[in-house]
């Protein structure tokens, strides 16, 4: 079946810009990451949908980024007011029912720059 | 609240020889260890986890891990690199998956 599918790949916004960034997770996954990958940083934890649950966003950096899932299923990041900080590649990933023992499946991400 | 450490975020081996990529994770509950590769322009991908039972662990690749509980360590080796292991490689433990900062791993022909 298909994979956890992310877009755009390729976002190039000007600062102060809003940008929506998309995931579909597996089909029947519950459990949906977003995570930002930058130069040197590894990877930042930002939120965290597991079912109907209240989501973890103890990871958003700041009041600028928001997520939602709709329907359980597809999830859409956004940021707003967009800084050259944000500069990143984010990452979605979901898992089957979001136990710690459980792998992730990630998509290719969302290049972003902001200029 | 949980930590993955790994030293080197560089590391260059001949082909042939030996690969060492080191983890040290702190956490306050029974920890549950992953690997996970990145191959340029590619995805992250699971390579191998531990959760319980034995504590050495075997992934795809030849690749290989050791839980060590009293060391805080869960160092990932391979015995003999090829070229196309060249990719990043990063260790995370469990709770929101919490990962370290990457090992860029080359391969000297």
Redesign the interface.
């Known amino acids: 079946g298909a994979?956890?599918s992310q877009s755009p790949s390729n976002k190039v916004t000007e600062k102060g810009k809003d940008v929506e960034l998309r995931c579909d997770p597996i089909s029947g996954h519950t459990a949906l990451?977003w995570?930002r990958q930058s130069l040197?940083?590894?990877?930042?934890?930002l939120i965290?949908f597991q079912g109907n649950s209240a989501p973890?966003k103890?990871?958003l950096p700041s009041d600028r980024f928001s997520a939602e899932r709709t329907g359980g299923s597809v999830s859409t990041l956004t940021i707003q007011r967009t800084q050259q900080e944000d500069s990143a590649v984010y990452?979605c990933?979901s898992s089957p029912s979001g136990q710690?023992?459980e792998?992730?499946f990630?998509?290719?991400?969302t290049q972003l720059s902001v200029l | 609240a949980q930590s993955v450490t790994?030293l080197g975020?560089h590391v260059s081996v001949s082909e042939g020889a030996l690969v060492l990529l080191r983890c040290n994770y702190s956490s306050s509950v029974p920890p549950?260890l992953?690997w996970?590769v990145q191959y340029p322009n590619?995805?992250?991908?699971?390579l191998l986890?531990y959760?319980t039972g034995a504590t050495l662990v075997k992934g795809i690749n030849g690749f290989e891990a050791e839980f060590k509980k009293s060391e805080t360590s869960f160092h990932l080796t391979k015995p003999s690199a090829h070229m196309s292991d060249a990719a990043e490689y990063?260790c995370?433990v469990?709770?929101?998956?919490?990962?370290?900062?990457?090992t860029r791993l080359t391969i000297i022909p």
């Open positions: 994979g956890v990451y995570y040197g940083q590894g990877l930042e934890f965290y973890d103890s990871g990452l990933a710690t023992n792998k992730l990630f998509g290719s991400g | 790994q975020s549950y992953f996970y590619q995805g992250l991908q699971l986890k959760t990063f995370a469990n709770e929101k998956l919490t990962f370290g900062t990457g």
